[in-house]
C-alpha cells in the first residue's frame, strides 16, 4: 500500500516539498493550508505534471484537517517567514499559535505519523509541537541540521574547488547564530579539513554558514529560502519511510545525551521506521563543548520566552 505524507503549510517550502515527494514517487502528498484554494492550486498544478515527469502519486490540496487521516510522515511548514532584519527568534509568538492548532489537528487526526517541523524558531517550534500534541517523542523531530550543515559543505566546496560529496561534516546545536559547525570532525576526500584551509578563511565560511539564511532573505526580500530546507526534509522522511537508518543532524529529544535534559536541539541521530532510533554522540573538543552549552543555553533562553507566552509549555 502507497505511504501517506501530509504537508502543513502549502507557501515555498510546502509546494516545493510537494513537488520533490511526488518526483521521488515516495508517497502519495495531502497539501493542507488554511488557505485552501492555494493548497488546491498547488496540488493540481504538479499533478498536472505527472505524465510530463512520469511520476504515480495522488495529491489533492485541502484546508481540512480530516484529509491527513492515517498519515505516515506529517512534514510541517506553517508558519510566518522571516523578512529582512529578522531574527528567527521574531516569529515566536506568532508562530506558538500556529503551531499549537497544527498539534490538535494532527492528535486527532494522525498521532502515529513520524512528524518533522520545519518553522521557525526550530528547536522552540519543534518543542512545542511535541508537548502541545502529545506525541512520543522518537517520533516528533525537527529539519535544521541537515540544512546547516549543507550549507557548510557547500561553502566549503566552493572555497577549496571540490564536488561537495567529497566533504564530510556536522553542524550541530540549535538553529540559529550559535549553530556549531564542527571543523574539527570534518574531513575532505579523507583528509582533515584543518591540513587544506586557513583559519581565516574558514572562520569566514563559518560565519557565512550561521548566517546562511539570512543572506537568502536579504536577496528575496519577500521570502526566505525554501529549495534547501525542502530537501532536507524529504531526506529525513525517506530515510523514515524507508526503514534507511542514515546518521542524521536534527533537532531531536535530548535525554542526558550532550549532558543535556528535557530539550530539543540539534545533534546527530539514527532515523527509521520507529523514528529517531537513536542520538548518536560525537566526541566534542573542549571548544567545540564550549560553543555546544553556548548553544544549548540560548535555546534554553528561549524557550523560557515561550513559557511567558504560553504558561501551558
Excluded: W
Amino acid at each position: 500500500m502507497k505511504k501517506k505524507i501530509s504537508l502543513i503549510g502549502a507557501g515555498q517550502i510546502g509546494g516545493t516539498l510537494a513537488h520533490l515527494i511526488s518526483v521521488k514517487e515516495l508517497a502519495d502528498v495531502v497539501l493542507f493550508d488554511v488557505s485552501e484554494d492555494v493548497a488546491k492550486g498547488k496540488a493540481l498544478d504538479i499533478a498536472q505534471s505527472t505524465s510530463v515527469d512520469g511520476f504515480d502519486v495522488n495529491l489533492i490540496g485541502t484546508s481540512n484537517y480530516e484529509d491527513i487521516k492515517n498519515s505516515d510522515v506529517i512534514i510541517i511548514t506553517a508558519g510566518v517567514p522571516r523578512k529582512p532584519g529578522m531574527s528567527r527568534d521574531d516569529l515566536l509568538g506568532t508562530n506558538l499559535k500556529i503551531i499549537k492548532q497544527v498539534s490538535e489537528g494532527i492528535k486527532k487526526n494522525s498521532p502515529n505519523a513520524f512528524v518533522i517541523c520545519i518553522t521557525n524558531p526550530l528547536d522552540i517550534i519543534v518543542m512545542a509541537l511535541q508537548k502541545y500534541s502529545g506525541l512520543p517523542k522518537n517520533k516528533v523531530v525537527g529539519m535544521a541540521g541537515i540544512l546547516d550543515s549543507s550549507r557548510f559543505k557547500y561553502f566549503l566546496s566552493q572555497e577549496l574547488k571540490v564536488p561537495v560529496k567529497d566533504i564530510n561534516t556536522l553542524v550541530l546545536g540549535g538553529h540559529g547564530d550559535t549553530m556549531v559547525p564542527l571543523p574539527d570532525h570534518t574531513t575532505v576526500n579523507g583528509k582533515p579539513l584543518k591540513q587544506l584551509i586557513k583559519d581565516v578563511k574558514l572562520e569566514k565560511i563559518i560565519d557565512r554558514t550561521r548566517k546562511g539564511g539570512a543572506e537568502i532573505i536579504k536577496f528575496l526580500e519577500k521570502g526566505s529560502a525554501y529549495y534547501a530546507p525542502a530537501a532536507s526534509g524529504v531526506e529525513m522522511a525517506e530515510s523514515y519511510i524507508k526503514d534507511m537508518k542514515k546518521t542524521l543532524p536534527c533537532a531531536s529529544y535530548l535525554n542526558g545525551e550532550y549532558g543535556v535534559k528535557n530539550l530539543y536541539a540539534g545533534v546527530p541521530v539514527i532515523i527509521g521506521k520507529n523514528g529517531v532510533e537513536k542520538v548518536v554522540e560525537v566526541k566534542l573538543s573542549d571548544k567545540e563543548k564550549e560553543q555546544f552549552n553556548l548553544s544549548i543555553k540560548a535555546v534554553q533562553e528561549l524557550y523560557k520566552t515561550a513559557q511567558k507566552i504560553d504558561p501551558e509549555l
